[in-house]
T-cell receptor
Framework: DGGITQSPKYLFRKEGQNVTLSCEQN?????MYWYRQDPGQGLRLIYYSQIVNDFQKGDIAEGYSVSREKKESFPLTVTSAQKNPTAFYLC????????????FGPGTRLTVL | RKEVEQDPGPFNVPEGATVAFNCTYSNSASQSFFWYRQDCRKEPKLLMS???SGNEDGRFTAQLNRASQYISLLIRDSKLSDSATYLC?????????????FGTGTKLQVIP
């Protein structure tokens, strides 16, 4: 079955530690996205990538980094510079630049202890 | 003004009721519009695209009003299973990139 997988589902980290969230898709989609969702709030864009080896900052990129070395993979690193990292992180992809809807992975819930 | 605005609700409606949500957007050049459904602690899932001519999928009807810059979602004969948060999404294409903006969501609770 085609889809987007994110791992782990739940992640706990201590303050000051970097942590990497995985996002893999086998949909052959070119564009991939990372969002953050806080309780009672909408999705905010962290980074997106329209093609391999290219990515752009979203609205809240500070404290995060990404890479896009392969079409199917778009990992997100939450660095110690991110002051309030506890949130629900969602990865998404789209198949075409124009008009196509986004498909989401199941999300990773990150908690900083 | 926010780029995309939704009434957060909650909308508490009895089973069988008809309920409508609106979502306004600020950039008149926006080109694609969607409604997503998000259940508690789950990822958003596409409910339906929104076309200028309006579109219907069973009990759900979506409409776009470009002149007034809003999209709407109508749910008829509400079911308990419709309880969720409904997110509108507006996409603007510019310079080869697409800017995707989500609304904060409208929470619907269907009551027995």
């Amino acid at each position: 079955d085609g889809g987007i997988t994110q791992s782990p589902k739940y992640l706990f980290r201590k303050e000051g530690q970097n942590v990497t969230l995985s996002c893999e898709q086998n949909l052959n989609h070119d564009a991939m996205y990372w969002y953050r969702q806080d309780p009672g709030q909408g999705l905010r864009l962290i980074y997106y990538s329209q093609i391999v080896n290219d990515f752009q900052k979203g609205d809240i990129a500070e404290g995060y980094s990404v890479s896009r070395e392969k079409k199917e993979s778009f990992p997100l690193t939450v660095t110690s510079a991110q002051k309030n990292p506890t949130a629900f992180y969602l990865c998404a992809s789209t198949g075409e630049l124009l008009g196509n809807e986004q498909f989401f992975g199941p999300g990773t819930r990150l908690t900083v202890l | 003004r926010k780029e995309v605005e939704q009434d957060p609700g909650p909308f508490n409606v009895p089973e069988g009721a008809t309920v409508a949500f609106n979502c306004t957007y600020s950039n008149s050049a926006s080109q694609s519009f969607f409604w997503y459904r998000q259940d508690c602690r789950k990822e958003p899932k596409l409910l339906m695209s929104v076309y200028s001519s309006g579109n219907e999928d069973g009990r759900f009807t979506a409409q776009l009003n470009r002149a007034s810059q809003y999209i709407s979602l109508l749910i008829r004969d509400s079911k308990l299973s419709d309880s969720a948060t409904y997110l509108c999404v507006v996409i603007l294409y510019s310079g080869g990139y697409q800017k995707v903006t989500f609304g904060t969501g409208t929470k619907l609770q269907v009551i027995p």
